[in-house]
């Protein structure tokens, strides 16, 4: 055996793409768009790959790839920054349930065009803080059902047209103060399904156009004073799922467009007469709760049924103020 033929046999032998990893598309037209079906396979966590493997569909190439949806049994603890390297022009980016533990800055640098991003069920912990720095045309982001406990406080800074935000199903038990001041535009945020205690007034100043807010299945017993109150454009509030006693007025202020509350399994024994005044809400749902005990729907401008319904809730919250008052 020659030198050459013992270095082939040697190549052969030892499986590379099994140390190295491997990327490789089947490539789909698709309605949707010309997509990457992307098998990753990368166990190591490697970010060294010049090439993704794949043949395209005749008469396309790499910047005709506007999708990117990984396939089943995938599996990565990054993401290599090659995706979005080669498909530069891709907007939409499916990355769920294939085993990331960490996004880097270079993890979406090259994908400007985004708009789209799902990293959902994986076991994320860490983002760093410049990660979504070039994505700023990103609309929707699911972070959700991830091990994330806090992230960097400027990680959004740049997604004033993101839409919707998914970071329910984590760890979370706090935020940085400012974690959503550039999020202007933002219409829909899920903060369900973590660790908060309480909210703080801060994280939501910049939220005008925020129209759905659910923080259900959290361990939030009380809300701060004006919690909610700069959510002008609030339509839907959802607050099931935590332990809340009493819904003081002052949490909420005026909120001329709220007209669904979803407070079922709390342990809610008083309302403020005014949260029902200052809002338009017609449906508040209260099953499970002690006060009230069923979906209420009143959508008569005087919401007498309603009123009629809760008054168990608004005499008790008179009661407890009273006793305050008098230093009871
Ligand atoms: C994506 O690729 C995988 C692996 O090659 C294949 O099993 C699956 O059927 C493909 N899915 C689509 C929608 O093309
Ligand atoms: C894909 O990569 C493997 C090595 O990892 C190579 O043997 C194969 O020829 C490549 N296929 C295509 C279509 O490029
Ligand atoms: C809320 O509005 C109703 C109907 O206008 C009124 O009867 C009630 O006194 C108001 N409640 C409070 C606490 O101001």
Request: proline fraction near 3%; aromatic fraction near 12%.
């Amino acid at each position: 055996m020659n030198l050459k033929s013992i270095f082939s046999f040697l190549i052969v032998a030892i499986n590379f793409d099994a140390i190295f990893g491997r990327l490789s598309c089947n490539y789909v037209v698709l309605p949707s768009g010309y997509t990457c079906n992307l098998t990753i396979n990368n166990p190591f966590g490697l970010n060294i790959f010049v090439n993704i493997n794949g043949t395209h569909v005749s008469g396309y190439t790499d910047s005709d790839v506007l999708r990117v949806v990984r396939a089943a049994g995938s599996n990565t603890p990054n993401i290599p920054s090659i995706i979005c390297s080669k498909f530069m022009n891709v907007e939409h980016i499916e990355l769920q349930s294939i085993t990331i533990f960490n996004v880097d800055d270079y993890s979406f640098a090259g994908c400007t065009a985004l708009t789209f991003l799902t990293l959902a069920g994986n076991f994320v912990s860490t983002i760093h803080e410049n990660a979504f720095q070039r994505n700023v045309n990103l609309h929707t982001l699911y972070l959700l059902r991830n091990q994330l406990t806090t992230l960097p406080e400027n990680v959004f800074q740049h997604q004033q047209k993101l839409n919707t935000l998914w970071l329910d199903s984590n760890g979370f038990d706090d935020f940085p103060l400012q974690i959503f001041w550039p999020l202007t535009g933002l219409v829909n945020l899920d903060i369900g399904f973590n660790q908060f205690r309480t909210i703080t007034p801060d994280w939501f100043k910049y939220l005008q156009n925020l129209r759905s807010l659910n923080i259900q299945y959290n361990l939030i017993s009380d809300f701060p004073k004006n919690a909610f109150n700069e959510l002008k454009s609030l339509n839907s509030f959802l607050s099931s799922g935590n332990s809340l006693t009493t819904i003081r007025a002052d949490s909420f202020g005026f909120l001329p467009n709220l007209v669904f509350a979803d407070v079922t399994f709390n342990a809610i024994n008083a309302i403020d007469e005014n949260f029902i005044n200052n809002t338009d809400i017609s449906r508040i749902d209260m099953r499970g709760n002690f006060c009230a005990n069923k979906d209420i729907f009143d959508p008569s401008i005087s919401r007498d049924i309603m009123r009629a319904d809760l008054r168990e809730c608004f005499n008790n919250f008179q009661t407890t103020m009273s006793g305050l008052s008098k230093g009871i």
